[in-house]
């Protein structure tokens, strides 16, 4: 909790970095590349990729600058990851502004999840103080739809597996482009049980 609040005061006393305005209608095009993972608009039909219709440009934009940098600097920056490294490493900022757009400007499709566990339900809206879990409805929101301001994404509808893939790389500090390590403080803290619960009502958020 400690770590959002500060956050939440830096980022209410400091401005984004500029970032090229993105065209969505250039980037429709320059994302046909994508659309073998992530689907022609976005919604991925693969459950270990993410859903990119409906995200927010700004998160989108960081993640791919991320990305770029952990290929060009070998993993020492950034965000490692051997598909999105080599996808990301020619593009120039214009061209991930135009995609970012692009795909922010999509309609994301739900997902019918059945048999949500409930423990997810709790710990998304409540956490676990018992445990130092703070509630994921404090930076996502009750609906799941993130604040852009703030750089928190969008994650409602999204993949189950994809959420609990990345919830297990934060435990794991496998993955560690969060915000002043938010997300890795969060979910070392999560169990198998918690993030399977977390994931499957996260999906169903709409």
Excluded at 69 to 98: F, H, V
């Amino acid at each position: 909790m400690k770590k959002l609040a500060l956050a939440l005061s830096v980022l209410a006393t400091i401005s984004s970095p500029a970032m090229a305005e993105g065209n969505a209608e250039a980037g429709k095009t320059k994302a046909i590349v994508c659309s073998a993972c992530h689907g022609i608009d976005g919604n991925s039909m693969i459950d270990m990729y993410p859903k990119l219709a409906g995200q927010h440009s700004t998160y989108l934009e960081k993640q791919l600058h991320d990305f770029r940098s952990a290929a060009q600097t070998g993993g020492k920056e950034g965000r490692m990851d051997p598909i999105m490294g080599g996808m990301s490493i020619a593009l120039s900022d214009q061209d991930i502004a135009d995609i970012s757009a692009f795909y922010a400007s999509q309609a994301k499709n739900d997902i019918d999840v059945k048999d949500i566990p409930e423990l997810g339900a709790q710990l998304y809206k409540n956490g676990d103080a018992t445990r130092g879990i703070t509630a994921c409805i404090a930076c996502h929101g009750p609906k799941g739809d993130g604040m852009e301001l703030a750089g928190f994404p969008a994650i409602d509808g999204q993949h189950a597996n994809y959420i609990k893939i990345q919830l297990n790389k934060f435990h794991d500090t496998n993955r560690n482009n969060d915000l002043n390590g938010m997300m890795q403080d969060v979910a070392k803290k999560l169990d198998s049980y918690d993030i399977d619960a977390l994931s499957k009502y996260i999906s169903s958020l709409k």
